[in-house]
Nanobody, 122 residues
């Protein structure tokens, strides 16, 4: 059971990044998937989630209209396109998989990736 997140980096405010999360075959590419983030000194928070087939998505209010979650099940990969980035988006971003259904609740996710750092400079 492995999730590998990558694509983070340093970007100026207003810029864009795309995060990717590759899901191992043993995890089952048809899990519902989510992205969370954790800023220094803060608790981890929900960012976005996508259903197994990709037909349903959820977003945190803070990222609506700026971030887009998507998936390519043929590639066992989930993406988070982040546009109009702000300094407050700076955090370690984690992808997670839920065996049952799409959810915003952190405790319901079964598998977690290692995180990728996103830093937005002002």
């Amino acid at each position: 059971v492995q999730l590998q997140a990558y694509g983070g980096g340093l970007v100026q405010a207003g810029g864009s990044l795309r995060l990717s999360c590759v899901v191992s075959r043993r995890t089952n590419s048809n899990n519902a998937m989510g992205w969370f983030r954790q800023a220094p000194g803060q608790e981890r928070e929900f960012v976005a989630a996508i259903s197994r087939a990709g037909g349903t998505t959820y977003y945190a209010d803070s990222v609506k209209g700026r971030f887009t979650i998507s998936r390519d099940n043929a590639k066992n990969t989930v993406y988070l396109q982040m546009n109009s980035l702000r300094p407050e988006d700076t955090a370690v971003y984690y992808c997670a998989a839920d065996k049952l259904r799409i959810t915003t609740a952190e405790y319901e996710y079964d598998y977690w990736g290692q995180g990728t750092q996103v830093t937005v400079s002002s």
